[in-house]
């Protein structure tokens, strides 16, 4: 076996610390699954596209990490391979899973009695799943059709920003722009 060993001095003590062989930092590379160009859902931001994997030194130590881009939010975010599938980075969803989404916007509002500030606390925490069935009960619960009383502004800014994100990754998965699958999420909750 090829180990290649370092030495870190660590309070005073001298300590060996085994590094991994160079063809499990290969073979990582490839089980990452994902690719440069590929759209993904990163649970707190929404659909970003991955622009790379690389190799990058911080603090000593050399990390492989996905870059992703949100265009929208003008933001790059830098995820460590080994912590993309805990972090909640995953590929978009499957058609199917959009038309249950979908779906799930032609239901029945289900609107609890709770406090306000109880109900954004649970709708917040649904947005930030990246779930897209859950962003769509929130996007369902609360919608107003012009017969129904205004929003308050915290429900409104919920409401855009679980909306926005269903958006983003319907036009993603479909491969039309934003404006289009606005329109079609539109049409659904008309017709509910």
């Known amino acids: 076996m090829n180990r290649i060993w370092e030495r870190n001095v660590v309070d005073k003590k001298k300590t060996v610390v085994a590094a991994k062989p160079a063809a499990a930092v290969k073979a990582k590379d490839k089980d990452s699954g994902f690719k440069k160009g590929d759209f993904v859902v ?6 970003g596209k991955v622009l790379g994997v690389e190799n990058q030194d911080i603090s000593g130590h050399t990390l492989q990490v996905i870059i992703i881009s949100f265009d929208k939010d003008r933001m790059t975010l830098r995820v460590p391979v080994a912590k993309a599938r805990n972090s909640g980075l995953r590929k ?8 249950t989404a979908l779906a799930t916007l032609k239901g029945r509002s289900r609107v609890k009695r709770a406090m ?3 109900r954004a606390q649970e709708y917040e925490a649904k947005i930030n799943s990246g779930d897209p069935v859950s962003i769509a009960e929130v996007v369902r619960d ?3 059709n012009a017969d129904q009383p205004d929003q308050s502004y915290s429900e409104r800014q919920i409401y855009q920003a679980a909306l926005d994100r269903l958006v983003r990754e319907l036009a993603a998965i479909d491969g039309i722009d934003e404006t289009q699958a606005t329109q079609r999420l539109h049409q659904v909750l008309k017709a509910a």
Request: zero cysteines; glycine letters at 4%; proline letters at 5%.
């Open 42 to 47: 990163y649970p707190t931001h929404g659909v």
């Open 142 to 144: 609360l919608h107003r």
């Open 92 to 99: 978009l969803s499957s058609r199917k899973v959009m038309e």
């Open 116 to 118: 306000w500030s109880r």
